[in-house]
């Protein structure tokens, strides 16, 4: 079965500091993607960053990145330059395809509150 | 180019009535997927369909919950007798297909079950 762990239920930042969510997930595939999805007050899901495990460059949008290490099967996400916007449920996800299905498997989520 | 687009946004339901919710994918995706996601918890997985199909229902509880994706019109989740423990945030989401690994989510639809 595929797992996705987040260690950390809640945390704080400063504004403008930098915080690092952590996750790892257990996947027998050797080909996967995984995701971070932000969840504000509103509740939507917004995907905010994606990474093919194939790919050896960590990816970044703007002031998100992530640290993704293949071999410990650990996948962090790095904010910087927090905003209070960023304050939201963040989600760890990881895509498990099988038997021609698809399904994304999620992390229990991490509370990020971006203090004034 | 809209959105996924799910309605209603807030439901509620006395225990033994029936729930539907309603998800229109975004323009041009042809794949569906329900998730669940109970308070404090991440989302889980439903089901996943395609146009007329059903693909895995893994997710799907084995009674009154169901699902479809008609040729035409929105997908439907429907939950037959509810109980309190179907309340919920119930999301759906859609893609292009298995190959983008990408899928787009709508607001989501809360249930409540008095």
């Known amino acids: 079965a595929q797992t996705v762990t987040q260690s950390q239920p809640e945390m704080s930042v400063q504004e403008a500091e930098t915080v690092t969510l952590s996750c790892t997930y257990d996947?027998?595939?050797?080909?996967?993607?995984l995701f971070w999805y932000k969840q504000p007050p509103s509740r939507q899901m917004i995907l905010v960053i994606r990474?093919?495990?194939?790919?050896?460059q960590n990816a970044t949008e703007n002031r998100f990145s992530v640290n993704f290490q293949k071999a410990a099967k650990s996948f962090s996400l790095k904010i910087s330059d927090s905003q209070l916007g960023d304050t939201a449920m963040y989600f760890c996800?990881?895509?498990?395809?099988?038997?021609?299905?698809?399904?994304?498997?999620f992390g229990k989520g991490t509370k990020l509150t971006v203090n004034p | 180019n809209a959105g996924v687009m799910q309605n209603p946004r807030h439901l509620v339901r006395r225990r033994g009535q029936e729930a539907r919710l309603r998800c229109s994918p975004m323009k041009g995706h042809s794949h569906v997927y329900w998730y669940r996601q109970l308070p404090e918890e991440g989302l889980k997985f439903m089901v996943y369909l395609q146009k007329e199909n059903i693909i895995d229902e893994s997710g799907m509880p084995k009674e009154r919950f169901s699902a479809e994706f008609p040729k035409e019109g929105p997908s439907i989740l429907r939950i037959q007798q509810v109980v309190r423990g179907d309340s919920a945030a119930y999301f759906c989401?859609?893609?292009?297909?298995?190959?983008?690994?990408?899928?787009?989510f709508g607001e989501g639809s809360r249930l409540t079950v008095l």
């Open positions: 989401a859609s893609s292009e297909g298995l190959a983008t690994g990408e899928l787009f």
């Open positions: 996800a990881s895509l498990l395809r099988q038997g021609g299905s698809e399904k994304l498997v």
């Open positions: 990474q093919e495990a194939y790919k050896q």
């Open positions: 996947t027998s595939e050797n080909n996967y993607y």
